[in-house]
């Protein structure tokens, strides 16, 4: 049964840090990725990562502050906030796609529940 557990969410300050962490349980897929959802908004794509040789691409809106990695043997993905904002508000999710890149919601298979983050101006 595939599972994915995001942490790490809270409150920071503007200018401030975060990392995200995302635990993966059961099969192994080729992409993971981060997404996020802003009230009244739709979820968009963050960060996403291949599994086999950690190729990473990101959303021009976080590029140069976030970054996203992997750790295979304790089948973790994170995603390390930089240089926050308060439009990064939102809830982060974490996803598992078997499409290479994957840059849209369609693209991947499975969900974890998601973790809030708030930034405070």
């Known amino acids: 049964q595939v599972q994915l557990a995001e942490s790490g969410g809270g409150l920071v300050q503007a200018g401030g840090s975060l990392r995200l962490s995302c635990a993966a349980s059961?099969?192994?897929?080729?992409?993971y990725g981060w997404f996020r959802q802003a009230p009244g908004k739709e979820r968009e794509f963050v960060a996403g990562?291949?599994?086999?040789?950690?190729?990473?691409y990101y959303a021009d809106s976080v590029k140069g502050r976030f970054t996203i990695s992997r750790d295979s043997l304790k089948k973790m993905v994170y995603l390390q906030m930089n240089s926050v904002k308060p439009e990064d508000t939102a809830v982060y999710y974490c996803?598992?796609?078997?499409?290479?890149?994957?840059?849209?919601?369609?693209?991947?298979?499975?969900w974890g529940q998601g973790t809030r983050v708030t930034v405070s101006s």
């Open positions: 996803a598992a796609a078997n499409i290479i890149p994957a840059l849209t919601v369609g693209s991947y298979n499975y």
């Open positions: 059961g099969r192994t897929f080729s992409n």
């Open positions: 990562i291949t599994w086999n040789y950690g190729n990473t």
